[in-house]
């Protein structure tokens, strides 16, 4: 079935410093990729919707610069925190849905990315 | 607004069934989906339903209710592993997903 992959699983970084999160779809071409946050016993927070070759939409409340998504390839998006500061520590998820389905039907999940910010 | 509401926590016996809730007010419906989630883990696609009824896959079963916004999810002989949070979301007219709190599952044996 398809997979998607993120990494990395875990990271611990110094504030000021930027992180990087791969995500990538390994048997299918994902066209959109949704990155998510979700803060302890909190749900899913949707941060940004990446679709290849354009410019991702972000939620309202999201910072631009703060948190960059590149989709380069229809394999690979990426989600940057720059500049990260402590309450930037969160679980962050990827999800690309399957292509083909109608109505995006369902979307499965990289294995998410712990931030910590120290 | 748009809102899901599911219970924050349930307890349940290990060999039991156990009946999570969920209901809906969102902008729009194209089908409700129930997710599992162990601590700090990726939530795993457990079921969707779009039409109104049950859905049955093995120990779990899903049930929608379009007219009453309404869901649940029902899991049959209870294991230890089964102890985590079950989150339900909905994807509206435009096609996002609809997250509720999730509910956390305890199995006691």
């Known amino acids: 079935g398809a997979v998607v992959s993120q990494h990395p699983s875990r990271v611990i970084c110094k504030s000021g410093t930027s992180v990087k999160i791969e995500c990538r779809s390994l048997d299918f071409q994902a066209t959109t990729m949704f990155w998510y946050r979700q803060f302890p016993k909190q749900s899913l927070m949707l ?10 939409t972000y939620e309202q409340g999201v910072e631009k610069d703060k948190f960059l998504i590149n989709h380069a390839s229809l394999t690979l998006s990426t989600l940057t925190v720059t500049s990260a500061h402590p309450e930037d520590s969160s679980f962050y998820i990827c999800s690309a849905p399957i292509p083909g389905q109608d109505s995006n039907t369902e979307a499965f999940f990289g294995q998410g990315t712990r931030l910590t910010v120290v | 607004g748009q809102n899901i509401d599911q219970p924050t926590e349930m307890t349940a016996t290990e060999g039991a069934i156990v009946q999570i809730n969920c209901t809906y007010q969102t902008s729009g419906f194209n089908g409700l989906f129930w997710y599992q989630q162990h601590a700090g883990e990726a939530p ?23 007219s009453k916004g ?36 305890i199995i006691k044996p």
């Open chain 1, 47 to 56: 941060m940004a919707t990446s679709n290849e070759g354009s410019k991702a």
């Open chain 2, 44 to 66: 795993t696609f457990l079921s969707y339903n779009v039409l109104d009824g049950l859905e049955e896959k093995g120990r779990f079963s899903s049930f929608l209710s379009r």
């Open chain 2, 70 to 105: 309404y869901s649940y999810l029902l899991l049959k002989e209870l294991q230890m592993k089964d102890s985590a949070s079950y989150l339900c979301a909905v994807m509206d007219s435009n096609y996002q997903l609809i997250w509720g709190a999730g509910t956390k599952l």
